[in-house]
């Protein structure tokens, strides 16, 4: 059971990418999903979230320019980003939570987006 992250890369202030994370191993469909961002020196923060109810929140910090989709046919779910900012750069973490504790708890390996001026 594992999540592969892809799609992040450079792209300057005011691009768009789009984020994947394929789940393997388990039914994407069955679980909330999450993406998260860390920043060099800055805490983990949640980024958007798609619940398995269909319902979905983004923050803040990303709300009119972020979106979360989910593809359960192809077990993935996507992040869109535009109007990207240099304060967006980080690595981009998908998460699933898988135990039914409501903890996300199955985690991929990260996706460096770097936002250049």
């Known amino acids: 059971v594992q999540l592969q992250a892809s799609g992040g890369g450079l792209v300057q202030a005011g691009g768009f990418l789009r984020l994947s994370c394929a789940a393997s191993g388990l039914t994407f469909g069955s679980y909330a999903v999450a993406w998260y961002r860390q920043a060099p020196g800055k805490e983990r923060e949640l980024v958007a979230l798609?619940?398995?109810?269909?319902?979905?929140y983004v923050a803040d910090s990303a709300k009119g320019r972020f979106s979360i989709s989910r593809d359960n046919a192809k077990n993935t779910v996507y992040l869109q980003m535009k109007s990207l900012k240099t304060e967006d750069t980080a690595v981009y973490y998908c998460?699933?939570?898988?135990?039914?504790?409501?903890?996300?708890?199955?985690w991929g390996q990260g996706t460096q987006v770097t936002v250049s001026s």
């Open positions: 798609s619940s398995n109810g269909g319902s979905t």
């Open positions: 998460a699933a939570a898988v135990s039914g504790t409501g903890r996300y708890d199955l």
